[in-house]
């Protein structure tokens, strides 16, 4: 178990009730007796004025508050600073000691290495002719979505793939799809790519809720509604039901790996990108300790492997890459799959591992890319969206080129 755990659930149940300085001094009491190294006190000083030997301000984690309910989010970015400004609380800055602790839980700062920071607003590029990028919503009893929807422009009345594409924290629908650059290859390919939005209504910073346990449930809270966008899709066009897949970034990630595992009659495959498996957390402590180490919790196999492709950078600070294995395990039924490895470097640098398990036919069932040098961003993207890498391979492509050789449905429970 980790240490620190149940001073994190004390510090979050004071904070909830507003005692903040007492849930700082149990942060910063468990901090020293861990041993762990905290900011100096004038940390704060040394990061407004430029200064390096001291931690960045870490933007990833606003505190529960009456306001921002009862899970730790993303703050919105602020431009006024090269980095961002220190978060604040009630109008003080996170102390050293917390900033340091939070560091450790995972830091969303991107880097200096070919990641664009979140919050750059740019104009949508111009849409190909014939081509339409709707603005959509789904309603149902747990609440309801805005969705964008990507009809190509060889579209013609044909049943197509579709892609459901689940965004992360402080991103939107345009943005990601700005990134990934999904639509440029539906234009390519001709498939249908849906862009649900989480509301900041459910989520202060946009992330999906994947460690609540009532969003990882079937007809429930968040997964009903991404399957209710699905099918209303599905409904409104003549989709190819065989061809139905999901894929998401970080949180969208781990919220995709929930929806493969509560819905597989609907998807067929899924992709994960630096997100977490299905069902690894169930709170806002677990969440933490799965983003630091992977999740405690044990998953039975299931009776089919679940076609699923993952990518996840190996020095990825927000989200250990152990998950990246986990949601491999948590995909692979009993039997033997044929294993083959092979490594390579994109056009960019970054250098890969490829570990592909294939059926007896030489169909992949489970395709893991590890990202050599690699943080928390989408793999190949486009520097026109946040949390992007162009330095790595085209994960989007990779995504698509796995899911169009799946286009019947395998199994699993969460």
Known sequence: MNPLLPDMTKATSL???????????????????????????????????GRSGCAPPI?????????????????????THPSGPPPSMSGQHFPGALRAFLGRMGDHVPRPDGFKRPGVLRAPAPLPKGARFEERTYANAAGSRAYKLY??????????????????????????????????????????????????????????NWFNAGDQQRDQGEPSLIAGITRQIMRDFPVDRRRVYIAGLSAGG???AIMSATYPDLYTAVGVHSGLACGVAHDVPSAFAAMRQGGGRRHGQPSRTVPTIVFHG???????????????AQSKAAGDL?????????????????????DPTGRPML????????GHAWSGGSASGSYTDPRGPDASRAMMRFFLQHPAADAAVC
């Open 254 to 256: 781990a919220a995709a």
């Open 59 to 79: 933007r990833d984690v606003v505190l529960p508050s009456t306001a921002t309910g009862a899970t730790w989010t993303l703050p919105q970015s602020d431009k």
């Open 151 to 208: 009809v190509p422009s060889g579209y013609k009345g044909q049943a197509l793939p579709l892609v459901v594409m689940l965004h992360g924290c402080t991103q939107s629908p345009d943005d990601f799809a700005a990134g990934t650059r999904m639509n440029d290859l539906a234009e390519e390919e001709t498939f249908l790519v849906a862009y649900p939005a989480q509301s900041q209504a459910a989520n202060i910073s946009k992330c999906w």
């Open 338 to 358: 044929r294993t083959t490895v092979s490594r390579g470097e994109a056009q960019g640098g970054i250098g890969y591992t490829r570990t592909i398990q294939a």
């Open 314 to 328: 190996d020095r990825d600070t927000t989200v250990n890459p152990v998950n990246g294995d986990q949601v491999i």
């Open 15 to 49: 904070t909830r009730q507003g005692r903040l300085s007492e849930a700082m001094a149990i942060l910063r009491q468990a901090l020293s007796a861990g041993g762990s190294s905290s900011a100096p006190a004038d940390c704060d000083r040394d990061v407004a004025q």
């Open 367 to 374: 395709e893991q890319w590890t990202l050599h040098g690699a």
